[in-house]
């Protein structure tokens, strides 16, 4: 089974765009992991009909039984966060500064304060309106442990793609370099790195790069608008050359993208012109560059 990831060192780079526009070109052929989980979009391409809804369960909070507490105050006296307080002559723990260390559960002699598993977020495994399976998932409102979230999103997809006889995973990474994109990258075969032709998105290229390159992975990249400055995209381009790294596509400013995310489609499917072409092109170079190995 071959993983392919698509990831980019900062965000508005097209990611999300390219993803959906490969996924419609292969339909069938493979299953899609969205893991860009704390800001998941590419639902809104891909219109996926959340046939199965699963919730994500991460994380503990510190639960107090007024029953069973003898107001001692000895939780207090050891929550270093300063969630429990003392009001009506009741001690209290406030949910949103409890940090799940568990600390005043071992300190309580009455056994009245418990752990409980928190609700973080929800994951989803969908059909397309291509036709093709894609697992998702959204992360709740300041929920934590994005990147354990991002694996299960990847477990359930290998599972889906065994079930389906599919060989392909194509996974739509988070931006950056963080704890969802290192776990987007565990496993992978291959990371397509896209990027655009500014300061920032050469700056965090090179981050993006230095992550990957410790997964030991094969690594292509992807310059999209390439034609806006033309001086910074030949830096990327000799950068790309001597760090032996694969172009796989130079791809042009477009309005495309915009106007065709505006309309929940793909750029491929908002226009049959230049871009569009490119895009095919691009998915064919990385198909090829997948099978080089």
């Not at 003392?86 to 005043?104: K, V």
């Not at 915009?258 to 908002?270: F, S």
Request: proline share 2%; net charge negative; hydrophobic share 40%.
């Amino acid at each position: 089974m071959q993983e392919i990831v698509i990831i980019s060192g900062k965000g508005g780079t097209g990611k999300t765009s390219l993803v959906a526009a490969f996924a419609q070109l292969s339909k069938t052929e493979l299953v899609v992991a969205d893991c860009d989980v704390d800001a998941a979009d590419l639902y809104l391409l891909m219109h996926p009909d959340f046939r199965l809804e699963q919730a994500f369960l991460s994380g503990e909070k510190a639960q107090l039984d007024q029953n069973g507490c003898d107001q001692c105050g000895l939780c207090q006296a050891a929550c270093r966060f300063e969630a429990i307080e003392l009001r009506a002559e009741q001690y209290t723990i406030n949910a949103l500064d409890c940090e799940g260390c568990g600390y005043c559960a071992r300190v309580c002699p009455t056994g009245a304060i418990s752990m409980v598993e928190q609700k973080a977020g929800d994951w989803y495994r969908s059909t397309t309106r291509f036709g093709g399976a894609m697992v998702h998932a959204r992360l709740g409102i300041a929920a934590e442990n994005s990147g354990k979230l991002v694996s299960l999103v990847k477990n359930e997809a290998r599972k889906l793609a065994q079930r389906k006889g599919l060989e392909t995973i194509l996974v739509d990474g988070s931006p950056g370099i963080g704890c969802p994109v290192i776990s987007s990258l565990s496993g992978a075969d291959l990371a397509i790195l896209v990027t655009e032709p500014t300061i920032s998105g050469f700056h965090d290229l090179k981050r993006v790069r230095r992550l990957v390159e410790k997964f030991h992975i094969r690594i292509g990249c992807i310059i999209n608008k390439f034609d806006l400055n033309p001086e910074i995209t030949d830096q990327i381009q000799d950068w790309l050359d001597r760090e032996s790294i694969s172009l796989v596509a130079r791809l042009p400013y477009s309005d495309v993208f915009t106007e065709a995310m505006t309309r929940g489609q793909t750029a491929i499917e908002y226009s049959n012109g230049t871009l569009s072409q490119s895009i095919r092109n691009s998915w064919d170079a990385i198909l090829q560059l997948n099978n080089e190995r």
